[in-house]
């Protein structure tokens, strides 16, 4: 099959209604976007460090993201939903490397994470409300992972959306009681909401997804701000799930990662947790919202959550105001090569407590020791919650002593 490169598409932004915020270009070997006269007229600054309203057709100040400016960047999915839908085209002869940008986007169409959408769609991506079994779902996924299930690649790429990381996950609509699960569609019975379910990947632990609800249960005892979480008990296994908060009742809300706002590579980590702190002052112009932030540093520092670089953590657009979005992808974590993706005031191999008082008295944060002494009590609740999650007593016992050597 011939492939055609996307050469133009139209962005739309969803609030109160849909707003057509302009129009994405390639030439000259350069993606441009222009804002629609009508949407600069309306006020709504939803990217503005690096796409500021103005009237010119402009290009993206760095090659981070294959061209797009990183607004247009946080729609596309990676890992997982990448390599989904590279499986797909190449059913249809088409190499995933002739792929642009632009193709992606128009692949994620209305179905992406936030509130933009993007066309022409495309017209294959066409969703049918059905009941959806986990055990048969993780099943396929593993197919998919080996090589093998074809058959389920489009459905698995529609569930999955443009969700991020590498673990296979879906959005999916969940009942009020949690025991029904419904492929994301318009047509749903009355309280459902829409949800992010995770599955194993190969090189994961069997407990991955209770630690991962072990994680969200003590971030939420620490005072961060959490979606509800749950965990989605089967015969095969159990599945992380966590409610989507870039949704609200069926409304879509503006969702911007801090590697998007600040063209910031997360795949090169760059960043000290001063400049999340530093973005979150200049975006939300609200010292609680600096101090949510700090919390979540402290979080990931003692609970030896190392996978903390810059595309997991996120800004929610809602009435023209910023806040920090609820936090997401908390877990134990290595991170890359032993060290802390975001450095703590300087330190990324061993940062301490010390580090995070540095971290905090140059944010300006009123008594960072009593945010710190809040986390430490709760990250002391680990053995138990983990215990009455039926995690292996192995794992109990390492993440334990890890953390606890973070409290010293």
């Given at each position: 099959?011939?492939?055609?490169?996307?050469?133009?598409?139209?962005?739309?932004?969803?609030?109160?209604?849909?707003?057509?915020?302009?129009?994405?270009?390639?030439?000259?070997?350069?993606?441009?976007?222009?804002?629609?006269?009508?949407?600069?007229a309306e006020g709504f600054e939803l990217s503005p460090f690096k796409l500021?309203?103005?009237?010119?057709?402009?290009?993206?100040?760095?090659?981070?993201?294959?061209?797009?400016?990183?607004?247009?960047?946080?729609?596309?999915?990676?890992?997982?939903?990448?390599?989904?839908?590279?499986?797909?085209?190449?059913?249809?002869?088409?190499?995933h490397h002739l792929l642009?940008?632009?193709?992606?986007?128009?692949?994620?169409?209305?179905?992406?994470?936030g509130a933009l959408s993007y066309e022409p769609e495309y017209s294959e991506?066409?969703?049918?409300?059905?009941?959806?079994?986990?055990?048969?779902?993780?099943?396929?996924?593993?197919?998919?992972?080996?090589?093998?299930?074809?058959?389920?690649?489009?459905?698995?790429?529609?569930?999955?959306?443009?969700?991020?990381?590498?673990?296979?996950?879906?959005?999916?609509?969940?009942?009020?009681?949690?025991?029904?699960?419904?492929?994301?569609?318009?047509?749903?019975?009355?309280?459902?909401?829409?949800?992010?379910?995770?599955?194993?990947?190969?090189?994961?632990?069997?407990?991955?997804?209770?630690?991962?609800?072990?994680y969200s249960v003590i971030a939420k005892d620490s005072g961060i701000n959490m979606p509800e979480t749950y965990l989605f008990d089967t015969v095969s296994g159990s599945y992380f799930g966590v409610q989507r908060f870039d949704r609200d009742n069926g409304r879509r809300i503006h969702m911007h990662s801090l590697c998007g706002l600040i063209h910031s590579d997360y795949r090169f980590p760059s960043l000290d947790y001063s400049d999340l702190l530093k973005v979150t002052q200049a975006l939300t112009k609200d010292m609680r919202e600096v101090e949510a932030a700090f919390r979540l540093a402290c979080f990931n520092v003692i609970m030896?959550?190392?996978?903390?670089?810059?595309?997991?953590?996120?800004f929610l657009y809602q009435n023209m105001?910023?806040?920090?979005?609820?936090?997401?992808?908390?877990?134990?974590?290595?991170?890359?090569?032993?060290?802390?993706?975001?450095?703590?005031?300087?330190?990324?191999?061993?940062?301490?407590?010390s580090h995070l008082k540095e971290l905090g008295k140059k944010a300006n944060i009123k008594k960072p020791e009593r945010i710190i002494d809040q986390v430490i009590a709760s990250a002391m609740k680990w053995k138990n919650t983990a215990s009455s999650l039926n995690i292996s007593d192995s794992t109990i016992k390492t993440i334990d002593q890890i953390i606890r050597k973070h409290t010293r």
């Open positions: 099959m011939n492939h055609k490169p996307t050469q133009l598409l139209n962005v739309f932004y969803h609030a109160d209604k849909k707003y057509h915020m302009g129009r994405l270009a390639s030439r000259d070997r350069k993606i441009w976007f222009e804002y629609s006269p009508d949407f600069i500021s309203l103005q009237p010119n057709a402009v290009s993206a100040d760095t090659n981070a993201f294959d061209g797009l400016h990183g607004i247009f960047n946080d729609s596309l999915p990676d890992g997982w939903g990448r390599m989904l839908l590279d499986r797909q085209v190449a059913k249809y002869g088409i190499s642009t940008p632009l193709d992606r986007l128009s692949h994620v169409g209305k179905y992406g994470m991506d066409v969703q049918h409300a059905e009941n959806l079994d986990l055990m048969k779902l993780a099943k396929e996924m593993q197919q998919i992972l080996e090589g093998e299930g074809d058959d389920a690649l489009l459905k698995l790429k529609q569930l999955a959306g443009s969700s991020g990381g590498a673990r296979p996950k879906i959005t999916a609509k969940v009942s009020p009681d949690k025991k029904h699960i419904m492929s994301r569609t318009d047509n749903h019975p009355n309280g459902y909401e829409d949800w992010l379910i995770k599955f194993n990947s190969r090189f994961d632990d069997a407990d991955s997804g209770r630690i991962e609800y072990a030896h959550n190392r996978d903390d670089h810059s595309k997991n953590f996120s105001e910023w806040k920090l979005s609820p936090a997401y992808d908390l877990t134990f974590s290595s991170g890359p090569n032993g060290y802390q993706s975001m450095t703590v005031a300087g330190e990324s191999l061993k940062p301490a407590i």
